[in-house]
Structures are given as structure tokens and as C-alpha cells.
């Protein structure tokens, strides 16, 4: 297949080879820890940034790049240029480093990045060995392009300054930036070395050049650096260090390249890290803490990339549960991602549960995000709907009622318990109507694109009370656990309303409409122009149980038959003109991310609902679809290991089959959750794991093991159908589909008929 021309996982762990740097995009990885951010790929490509909690933003690296020089030769160590004829190339990505090897001209080169676990930096470690029989001397240049001081821009006014310090050993620039107040405050980017560097180089145009590029920097046709400080104009990093390498020998240089927020601290920064051991000890504490984190459950299915891609995806969680889509912080994206994380580690899916939680407004609603020191509303309806879901996912996987008590601030400073927070969530999209008192679509709910449909107040969005009906229910269900009786009778009774309203306004005869303006024009709708139909509405009826008549079958029947294409089933059909009363979802062109895109954060959700339906045959056709080696038309377009958003539909002529923006998307959290919870059936009650999965047909025999309450089950499945035969446990045939609760490791058996 397609995915095999370009790397393969790496026998016995879920790290993926990329075997060639000249791929058809950058293949990236994302390292970070709670404060610091960055990602790379198998040329260097990538950023990173420093945050706070109001998200503001310190960033520092835009793209690195290794090279060496030796007389009049100089080659790259790091992917670059892609064009380049290596003895051997490869690009290995781990869960939480980035490693790449190279062998040309008689020289090894392995080049690793990390994030430390509590640092605000990155830590390069850069490994030389001489392959050859003759002694060897060369030079390194290390170089990245700095965005402390801003992007690279022709004709930029440019006010920085940066200098060699000899103490640290390193390159070192100041930026008065506002972090953790709104006062500026001196921050200092720098890049400093292991040992003592022979060269250095300040300025973007006296490395890449003005006419030069990453790829062929003018400081390689220079021969080296030439000491450059920096004042009045784009700066950049470059470290020069001479080598000199015995026939066999082997040398590693660590550079550390970080923010500071005072030189003492660089310095101390630079002592800590930038040495071989620590290097060592830290990638070693990294690893072993993102493993942790998700450790807790793990499949075989008979598709072995499958099952190495789903540690990928519980890493995906583990990074939107804490950073979002990192362009910025998404309520919703946090909320969201922090669900799919409970099924994996629920203690700490709490944990990120309760910062998320102090963001929200003390009157119910929540932000679209915080950023640059300000939480955001944006005008987004839906950011609070999300709570409920997360806190059942939560309270479930770990049987404790008593989260509900946990005190927690609003944005406001104001405290309220968990229950509380909950409850004005739900409280406040009751109260926030439209048309046919139905919930307000605003500037946009869960299509961020239908940002004018609903400013002037009128306008609803059909999925978003659907989704409410969801998480009214939900809290419904808690308050019955607590015993409070009036708010469970309450909320029972709005639900109703609601689930009357939505049936009479929101059905179209043969599915659920998207959402009405506030013209009263609806959308999504056999009456609309166009884009009458979107695919979401009719699975989050699956998700809600919203019709009392069972019509979410025929709705998601009708949604298949439309909206079914080669690449996947379209999240909707296509707008081609721009419809001012609904927003950017029809300027962007047909067939890309929203508008009538194959987007894979809905192909998750379809799998959940396929799944509860029963549709085994569309669960396996829409894993087929979601997964980029396995799609004939993306095999080998895409990163093989790790979700994208979208897959670009044939609307769009030559990107047809292309995929969208890889990491910073919900596809793999939800696709994740989709597996455990929906596929292999293992849904968390308050007495215990219930098992009740819809497996494709072609799993003849498939297993998962989850850690649920001390408790690791091993579960195997004889699968002959959709639903539960008989259920063995240790041996023991079990009434019910009810794992009990016990201790240590037990094995379960489940075979369906």
C-alpha cells in the first residue's frame, strides 16, 4: 500500500519511521508540557510558544534546521534540503521526542528533540559519529529562525537586538511582552550549547540570506558563521561548533533553546539541561510520563496499524485535553477532548476537568477561548453544552459521585461546586431562545462557519438544542443520583419541552433540518437552495434519544444515501455561493472542511451513532474511510499515524483526497472514544462496565484491555454479530452485560450473535 513507500511503525512500539524526507507535506510531531509547546517535522518544520494561564503567548522557534560543513562540502543532517541523496534517511516520531537519522559522506547524524517535563524550552541533542577510516573535522551549524521578535517580513520594521553571551554560552535576545499580567515584562529568547561554541550568527539575512532559504542557507556558501550580533533587523539563531572525529568516534552536542525571564535564569536553564546525562535522563522521564498517562487501555484488532495508530490517538487526546488545537484554547475543544480522555485516564481527565471549569461565567455560559490575557466569548452558542458530557464520562469511570461536591472558581472568582457549574450550564441554554424557543445559533455552535446566522438574537440552531436535550438529560440523571429531587424534576420536565419543540420545528419530514436565521430561513432543509442536508444533526439524535418515534433511523438512513461519496460520507451537502445570512461555511469552497467535506470529527461521531444503531456493516466502512493508510484515495497523502481534520472532497479538482490540518482537530480523540466506548461496547455505569459493542464483521476475534476502577479486564471477542451472547469472567458465565467490579487482572470473554 501507499503508506508504505514513505515509513512504517517501528516493530514492537508505536513509534512511526519515515523513511524519506521528500514527502507530500511536513509529517509532524507535537512535544510539550504544561506550559511550553512545540512541533516538528522530518525537515525541522514547526513552532513552538510559551503560555500562561489567559493565554498569553511568548513565541520563540519558527523552524530549525542542522547542517555541516566540511572544506567545500556541506550537507544537511536534519531533512533539509528534501532534495538531498542520503546513504540513509529516516525521521523517527515517539510520544514525546523526535528523531532524526542520517548517514552521507562517511558521517552518521542523529538528531533528537525533546520537551522537558517542567521547562520553558526545547533540548536538541545532536549525535556525530565517523563512519569513515580516516580522522574527520568538521563543523556544525545548528540554526533556528526566532519569533520573539515577530515573523520574518520584507520591508519589516525591526526594533531587536541580540548578542553572543559568553556566560551562557549562547545566543540571547530580549522582547518586553505582557505574560501573567497585563504588564510587559522582559522576556529572553535564547539558543546556547553544551560546550563552548567556535561561531555565531544574529540576524535571519546573515544566515538564510536575503535571496537564500532554509534549504540552501547563505551561511553554507559562507563556509560558516561571522560572529554577527543583531540590531535593527529580523533576528534568527546560529551556533557553529568545530568537531573532530577519530575514525569510529562518536560525539553528542546538546543545545538547549528556551525563554527566559531574566539572563541568570537562561543561564541556569542552560546548566541544567545542556549536557549528554541530563539530555538522557530527561527524554527517558518523558517518555515514561506520556506513557503513563495513557497506558491504561489498549486493542488488537486484526488491522495491526490500527491498533499502533490508537496509542497515537490516546495521545491525541492527551494533548487537546490540554492544549486545545493550540492556535488557540477552545473551551469547547478542551471540554470535548478531556471526554474522549476519560475512557483512558479519568483521574487525570478530572484534573484538566476542573481547570477548564475555571473559565466558565458564573452565570452558566462558557467562552469560545482565552487568549492574549482575555477570556473570549466570540458570540459561540454551544462552548457550555459541552460540560455535562465530560462530567458523566468522568463521574462514571470512576464511580464517585462525591466530584459533583468539588469546589470550583467561575472566571469571576465566584466559587460553585461541580454540580453547580453543571447545573447553570444547562440552565443557561434553557434560557437562551429563539425561534419557536429553540436554542440560539448566535455567531456559530459546534460550525464555527455559521457566524451570521444568528447575531440579531432570532436565529436557532436545531443540533445545539439537540445537543442540549443531551446534556439536560444527563444532569437530569445526576441530580436523580444525589436525590435532588426538584432539579431532576425540573430539568425532567424542560427536557420534555424541549423534545416536543424539536420534533414539531426541527424535523423536515424525512430527517432534522441544521438551523433556522434569523430571517427564518431554514438551513439544512429539502426547502433550502442549497446545502439542504448535514449529516450532524442526524447523529446527535442517535447520541440523545431525542424522538420518541425512533425517526434517528430513518434520518440517518436518508443522511447515507445523500451524503455518501468515495472518500466518506460529506459532513453536508456543498454551498457554491455565498449566503451572507449564514456565514463562511459557504464562502469556503465546496467541498472543503465544513461545506461538504469529508470531516473526519463527524466521521468519528457516525461511527459512535453507526455503532448504537447497529449498523455494523457502516462501522466498518466508516473505519475504512477515517483511517488516511487504509483510504485508497489518502494512503500515502497523509500522516499514517496520527488524525487530520478533513479529507478534501472531489468538488475540489486537484486537492481531491488531500487532507486537511493534522493534530489540531477532535478526529482522533473521538475516534478513539468511538473504539472503546461504542465499538468494543464498554460504556461506564455507576455499578459497573457495561458491555454492549457493534464490531465490524471482519474482527472475527478481537480483545481490548482497560484499566476501570483498579481493575484491568482483559477482554476478548468472539464476534459472529451485534449483540451479546454470553459474557465468561474468569471462566465464569455472567448474568446480565454488567462486568462486576473486582480487583487485579480478569479475563472476560464475549461472543455475540
Keep these: 500500500m501507499a503508506h508504505r513507500q514513505n515509513g512504517h511503525y517501528v516493530e514492537g512500539s508505536h ?60 550537507w544537511g543532517i536534519h531533512g533539509l534540503p528534501v532534495n538531498q541523496e542520503n546513504d540513509k534517511f529516516t525521521c523517527t516520531h515517539s510520544h514525546g521526542a523526535t528523531t532524526v537519522y542520517t548517514e552521507k559522506n562517511g558521517i552518521s547524524s542523529t538528531v533528537t528533540t525533546i520537551v522537558p517535563d517542567k521547562a520553558n524550552c526545547e533540548l536538541w541533542s545532536v549525535k556525530l559519529k565517523n563512519t569513515s577510516n580516516e580522522t574527520r573535522t568538521l563543523k556544525t551549524i545548528t540554526f533556528c529562525n526566532s519569533s520573539l521578535d515577530g515573523t520574518y517580513k520584507r520591508q519589516g520594521y525591526n526594533t531587536g537586538v541580540a548578542k553572543f553571551s559568553e556566560s551562557l554560552n549562547g545566543i540571547i535576545t530580549r522582547e518586553l511582552i505582557p505574560f501573567e499580567s497585563t504588564e510587559k515584562k522582559e522576556a529572553y529568547g535564547f539558543l546556547a550549547l553544551s560546550e563552548k561554541a567556535d561561531g555565531f550568527n544574529c540576524t535571519y539575512n546573515s544566515i538564510v540570506g536575503p535571496y537564500g532559504s532554509f534549504s540552501h542557507p547563505v551561511i553554507l556558501e559562507r563556509g560558516g558563521c561571522d560572529n554577527t550580533e543583531g540590531l535593527g533587523e529580523k533576528l534568527s539563531y546560529a551556533l557553529e561548533k568545530n568537531v573532530t572525529l577519530a575514525p569510529n568516534e562518536e560525539k553528542e552536542l546538546v543545545y538547549i533553546c528556551g525563554i527566559a525571564f531574566s539572563p541568570a535564569e537562561a543561564e541556569e536553564m542552560r546548566n541544567t539541561y545542556a549536557n549528554a546525562e541530563k539530555f538522557a535522563e530527561e527524554k527517558a522521564i518523558v517518555l515514561k510520563k506520556f506513557k503513563s498517562q495513557i497506558d491504561m487501555v489498549s486493542i488488537e484488532t486484526p488491522d495491526e496499524m490500527l491498533n499502533k495508530m490508537f496509542d497515537w490517538l490516546k ?35 478530572l484534573e484538566r476537568f476542573k481547570r477548564i471549569l475555571t473559565y466558565q461565567f458564573s452565570n452558566g455560559y462558557a467562552p469560545r477561548t482565552f487568549i492574549d490575557g482575555q477570556i473570549k466569548p466570540n458570540n459561540f452558542s454551544d462552548n457550555t453544552v459541552w ?89 437530569t440523571e445526576l441530580a436523580e443520583m444525589l436525590g435532588k429531587t426538584e432539579d431532576a424534576q425540573l430539568c425532567f420536565k424542560r427536557g420534555e419541552e424541549m423534545r416536543d419543540i424539536i420534533e414539531e420545528y426541527g424535523w423536515d419530514g424525512e430527517y432534522y433540518m441544521y438551523a433556522i436565521n434569523d430571517w427564518g430561513e431554514k438551513i439544512g432543509s429539502k426547502e433550502s437552495e442549497q446545502g439542504q442536508i448535514f449529516l450532524n444533526p442526524q447523529i446527535w439524535a442517535v447520541f440523545s434519544g431525542v424522538s420518541r418515534t425512533g425517526r434517528e433511523v430513518q434520518a440517518m438512513e436518508i443522511a447515507q444515501k445523500k451524503l455518501d461519496s468515495e472518500l466518506g460520507t460529506m459532513v453536508s451537502l456543498g454551498y457554491t455561493k455565498h449566503d451572507p445570512h449564514i456565514g463562511l461555511v459557504t464562502i469556503k469552497p465546496a467541498g472543503v472542511h465544513e461545506n461538504g467535506g469529508v470531516y ?34 489518502v494512503a500515502g497523502r497523509a500522516e499514517p499515524y496520527i ?36 465499538v468494543y461496547g464498554l460504556l461506564p455505569e455507576m455499578e459497573g462496565l457495561k458491555i454492549d459493542p457493534c464490531l465490524p464483521a471482519s474482527w472475527k476475534n478481537c480483545s481490548i484491555k482497560k484499566e476501570f476502577r483498579g481493575c484491568t479486564y482483559n477482554i476478548s471477542y468472539e464476534n459472529n454479530g451485534v449483540n451479546v451472547k454470553a459474557i465468561y469472567v474468569n471462566g465464569e458465565k455472567i448474568e446480565g452485560n454488567i462486568l462486576p467490579v473486582l480487583t487485579g487482572e480478569v479475563d472476560v470473554k464475549v461472543i455475540t450473535e
Excluded at 492527551?318 to 480522555?341: P, Q
Excluded at 466521521?603 to 462501522?619: G, P, S, T
Excluded at 488524525?643 to 473521538?670: D, I, V
Aim: aromatic letters at 14%; charged letters at 20%.
Design 643 to 678: 488524525m487530520c481534520n478533513s479529507y478534501f472532497g472531489e468538488q475540489t479538482g486537484y486537492r481531491h483526497g488531500t487532507p486537511g490540518q493534522s493534530w489540531r482537530t477532535a478526529a482522533g480523540q473521538w475516534f478513539q472514544k468511538a473504539l472503546v466506548n461504542y
Design 315 to 349: 495521545h491525541q487526546s492527551n494533548l487537546g485535553s490540554r492544549w486545545a488545537r493550540v492556535r488557540h484554547n477552545g473551551f469547547r475543544d478542551l471540554t470535548s477532548d478531556t471526554d474522549c480522555l476519560a475512557c483512558v485516564n479519568p483521574q487525570l481527565a
Design 387 to 475: 460540560l455535562n458530557f465530560t462530567a458523566m464520562s468522568i463521574i462514571k469511570e470512576l464511580g464517585d459521585l462525591s466530584i459533583l461536591d468539588i469546589e470550583v472558581p467561575y472566571n469571576d472568582g465566584t466559587v460553585g461546586t461541580i454540580y453547580e457549574h453543571l447545573y447553570r450550564s444547562v440552565d443557561y441554554l434553557y434560557n437562551f431562545k429563539g425561534h419557536h424557543d429553540l436554542v440560539k445559533i448566535w455567531g456559530g455552535d459546534w460550525n464555527d462557519c455559521m457566524e451570521t446566522a444568528g447575531l440579531e438574537g432570532k436565529g436557532v440552531s436545531i443540533w445545539l438544542s439537540i445537543a442540549w436535550y443531551r446534556a439536560n438529560k444527563f444532569f
Design 600 to 633: 473526519l470529527h463527524t466521521i468519528a461521531w457516525k461511527i459512535a451513532a453507526d455503532a448504537m444503531l447497529k449498523r455494523a456493516d457502516w462501522v466498518e466502512k466508516d473505519i475504512e474511510t477515517i483511517l488516511p493508510f487504509r483510504n485508497k484515495v
Design 15 to 74: 513509534d512511526y519511521c519515515i523513511t524519506k524526507a521528500d514527502l507530500p507535506r511536513n509529517w509532524y510531531n507535537y512535544l510539550w508540557n504544561d506550559n511550553y509547546i512545540t512541533y516538528t517535522s522530518q525537515t525541522g518544520a514547526g513552532e513552538s510558544l510559551l503560555q500562561d494561564s489567559l493565554g498569553r503567548r511568548i513565541t520563540l522557534v519558527s523552524d530549525r534546521a542542522f547542517y555541516i560543513i566540511e572544506g567545500d562540502k556541506n
